[in-house]
C-alpha cells in the first residue's frame, strides 16, 4: 500500500500529527517533502503540525545492523547507520521548523527520541486515525565502512510493502483494535524507555 498519498491527505487537515517508529525516517522524509512544499507556496494551510520519531539507541550494541562475517557487533558499522538516521532526521526538523519560523504554521514541531532495541519493523500513525505497518526484511549488504568494503546484516526498508489500517468507528473491528494498540504501543515506548536523540 501506497504511504506518500496518504501522509499528504493528512496535510491538507488543520491539524496534522505524524508519529514514526522505525530505523532511520528515511522513507518519511521522501514522503512529507511534496506536502512541506505546498506549505510553502501556500497551497497548503494547517494550523499545527507534531511529528514524533522514535529510533533505536544505536550507541549501544546492535544486532543489527551489524557485521556479517565475522558475525557480531561493530561499532563503525553502527556509527555509519547512526550517520544516515541524523541526515534525515535533521533534515525533517529543520523543514517543519522553517514553517513555523516563517509564519506558514502556527505551530509545527519535530521530537526524535531513541530507545535500546533492535528494531525490525516500521510503524506511521497518521492524524492518530490511520496506520501503515510493516516489517524490515534482514539482508546481508556489502557498505563501504571506513571507506573499505564491509559484509554486513542491514534492514532493507525502502520498498518495504505496508499493511494499512484506517478506523471504522467499531470498536470490535480488526483495523480499530490495530490501530488503538499501535497508538499505545507507541505512546507507552515513548514516555518511558525513549530519551532524548542525540547525534
Do not use: C
Not at 42 to 54: D, Q, Y
Request: charged residues 25%.
Amino acid at each position: 500500500m501506497g504511504l506518500r498519498p496518504h501522509i499528504e491527505a493528512a496535510f491538507e487537515q488543520f491539524h496534522i500529527t505524524l508519529d514514526f517508529a522505525g530505523f532511520s525516517s528515511e522513507t518519511l522524509h521522501g514522503a512529507i517533502q511534496e506536502p512541506l512544499d505546498k506549505i510553502r507556496a501556500g497551497r497548503l494551510t494547517p494550523e499545527s503540525i507534531a511529528i514524533r520519531i522514535l529510533l533505536p539507541d544505536l550507541t549501544q550494541p546492535a544486532v543489527v545492523p551489524s557485521l556479517a562475517e565475522p558475525a557480531g557487533d561493530d561499532s563503525a558499522v553502527r556509527e555509519r547507520a547512526a550517520r544516515i538516521a541524523r541526515r534525515h532526521t535533521e533534515a525533517i526538523e529543520e523543514s517543519v521548523s522553517e514553517l513555523a519560523t516563517l509564519g506558514l504554521v502556527r505551530s509545527a514541531t519535530t521530537e526524535v527520541r531513541a530507545y535500546g532495541t533492535t528494531v525490525l519493523s516500521k510503524l506511521y500513525i497518521i492524524n492518530r486515525e490511520e496506520v501503515f505497518f510493516g516489517f524490515y526484511p534482514v539482508v546481508r549488504n556489502t557498505v563501504s565502512v571506513d571507506k573499505q568494503p564491509v559484509s554486513i546484516f542491514d534492514v532493507l526498508g525502502k520498498d518495504v510493502p505496508l499493511f494499512h489500517y484506517v478506523i471504522t468507528g467499531d470498536d470490535g473491528d480488526a483495523n480499530d483494535q490495530f490501530i488503538k494498540q499501535s497508538r499505545a504501543w507507541f505512546d507507552s515506548a515513548w514516555t518511558t524507555i525513549a530519551r532524548e536523540y542525540k547525534p
